[in-house]
Nanobody, 119 residues
């Protein structure tokens, strides 16, 4: 079992920065693939960024070059550094931990943190 708690959301002006954190407890953090998703009002949840247990990263085209995902296994924490924020980045951001194989799947979600980009 993994518990995930996000923090770091808030209100920021366009062009500003925020760093989201997601702290995990309860299991072997380093084996999990970690992801940040977001969901804006009236829209489907979308994958923003991911990082594998080996540190390989992937980004949605809409955030590439502006967002950076990283993980600190010693602190059981995954981060999302968001720079150059735009109003369209406004959403609830969720972290996700996934560990799966041919016959097992461990999939955990945090409660979400609100990010609002507005002047």
């Amino acid at each position: 079992q993994v518990q995930l708690v996000e923090s770091g959301g808030g209100l920021v002006e366009p062009g500003g920065s925020l760093r989201l954190s997601c702290a995990a407890s309860g299991s072997i953090f380093s084996i999990y693939g970690l992801r940040w998703y977001r969901q804006a009002p009236g829209k489907q949840r979308e994958l923003v960024a991911s990082i594998t247990s080996g540190g390989k990263t992937h980004y949605a085209d809409s955030v590439k070059g502006r967002f950076t995902i990283s993980r600190d296994n010693a602190k059981n924490t995954v981060y999302l550094q968001m720079n150059g924020l735009k109003p369209e980045d406004t959403a609830v951001y969720y972290c996700n931990a996934l560990y799966m194989g041919d016959d097992y799947r461990y999939d955990y979600w945090g409660q979400g943190t609100q990010v609002t980009v507005s002047s």
